[in-house]
């Protein structure tokens, strides 16, 4: 599913924070100014910054006329960046829907591999280029097959390891990979396992595969061509394994003896662990009471565990290689925020750092180890310092089933001058409810989303509920078979607690959000529709009974609902939008991208269609060029232009005009044109546009 709204939403939302213009840090009470929307959506400017293993080069993603490319600059001379791809249009993708950087160097330093789908379609086809000559090639040009990087070999920088899904889309073929020639040698052909898991040599070492009873199993290759059972993950304990794949932290140690992963076996919190793939038998690494780990650091040749983060409202770091605590000390002088460390060279000599605060850009830094220097590389977005921001406020309460619900709240700047976090009488407030749900979570962070609607004067509600990672397995687990439940319930109860701080006008709230925060925004306007006086849905489903393309139906019938089974069919519906719209009172927007490989359009299309049977106020934005969410700039400028105009008229907030056109976009309504003044007239406008255009 996709991140929204944090720093990682580039595969959904292209948007930049927002801020008084010119207004700067102060206590002033008077609305800070508006500005246009080309400037708050426009892409980041620096994103992704990765260092090469030999410590030379520094790499990240640049927009070249509104398209996302890779530059390369010396690791002593960040001026000197330039361009080594060229795309367009759509550009290419820096995270993937978890958040992780997408691209990678090869082990000489000499090339990038990237990943790139069609329009948004997630078949991703590998391409490498050299830095230094730009050649590019694409190593695996498979049109509508996925392919996925493993790792690279110990042995020859030159090869790696890919999972292929030409057969089917559940089952991946390992391959192992020339990155020179493209060269494709298959090492397994599997037919049973979810996911194979290769070591630093290449070797297949573990197939993980899951049961009909909700459970993960994990094996090992058995000398007669099968598998050998050496692990039985209980349907309580997958989670783990699940936050181990969403943060990329499995990993063999050096020696290829043993595999890094989250376990929650016997435990709440998951602790890091090792697992040997022979035998199954798994030792802790390290164990943390305040929460599950949110991060592992290793070194990035013996791959030994050096430090681990947790984050209950703010990241937290534990160093465990005393070698390097020296290092972590220094950089908590630096600047202020949480730190991340991104990417170190082979040799450790040089990091990329980043700083995250809530209320400013984020900050990238080289620290140079020998020398103890942290030198600024650049903010990821320079136009924005300066201006003045709300803070997140983190605050906590107990659900009506004693759970712990940690969430953040920020207010319009103006509103909340001295930064208590308590307006002068209540506001309009826009609940943003994070996708996922099982790899996102709201946290701490600088949210671009959220200063934009705080910008147009809205309180933001950024909520975490029963099923979000981070506050251990019984939080995770109480997620089960509540798709639409209690993990509503949750949402509920903390607009409550807002409304009754004072903080929020309980009725002028709003809810909104992407995939699984688009299907609780329809569900929040369907099944409990008093509670909200409108919703903004993007790519959420509808209609559960009717399986996502990506969904395992044994995991997912243990979490949602089996549709396998008249019960469960029931469960099913009984938690389905589509089944509820014609309780809707209030209006929607939703936005769909035509090339959604994991929420399909039918999805929108249906309860689209069901609430405007109901004579609900709906709009349906579509998006030919996009997938699961809105990459590029164009079309983010549209959607979210219409957004702003839906939010005041449903919020009474603040909104500038519609353009006369959205020049670029995609945009196609396919209901409700008239409920926004000015829409029907754009469209025209775009599609005049794009028939003149060559």
Known sequence: MIRFPDAAVAACIALAPLAACGAGPGT???PDSLLSLQTLLAPATNVAPQVSPDGRWISFLRPVDGAMNLFVAAADSIASARPVTHRTGRGLQPFDVSGNVLYRWTRDSRRILFPEDNNGDEKWNLHVVDVTTGAETNLTPLPGIEVTFLG???DDPNQAAIAVKERGPFTPDLYRLDLTTGNRTLILRNDEMVAVLPDGHLRPRIGIGFSPDGSLDFYRPATDGGWALIWDVGPDDVAAINSTAYQRIFNFDGDNRRLYLYDTEGRDAAVLAALDPETGRRETVFAD???DPAGVLYHPVSRQVQAYATMWTRTTWTVTDSSIQGDFDRLARVADGDLRILSRSDDLGKWVVEYTLSD????FYLYDRPSGRATLLFVGTPQLTGLRFSK????????SDSLPLVSYYLLPPWTDPDGDGQ???PVPAVVLVHGGPGDERAQWAFGPFVHWLANRGYAVLYLNFRGSPGF???FLNAANMEWGGKMHTDLLEQVDWAVNRKIVAADRVAIMGGSYGGYATLVGMTMTPDRFACGIDLVGPSNLEKFMPHWNVDRMAMVVGDPRTEEGRRHLRSRSPINFAAQTKHP????????DSRVPKYQSDTVVAAMQGAGVPVVYAVYPDEGHGLVRPENSVSFWSIAEQFLARCLGGRALPLPAGFPGSSLRIEAGADYVPGLAAAVAATDSLSRKAP
Do not use: C, M, W
């Open 360 to 363: 400013a850009p984020t900050a």
């Open 423 to 425: 307006p002068s009488s």
């Open 289 to 291: 009471r305040r929460g």
């Open 588 to 595: 929607v927007l939703i936005g769909q991208g035509s090339n």
């Open 152 to 154: 690279f070999s110990d």
């Open 472 to 474: 251990g397995k019984k």
């Open 392 to 399: 997140l406020h983190p605050f906590e309460i107990t659900s």
């Open 28 to 30: 002033s009470t008077t």
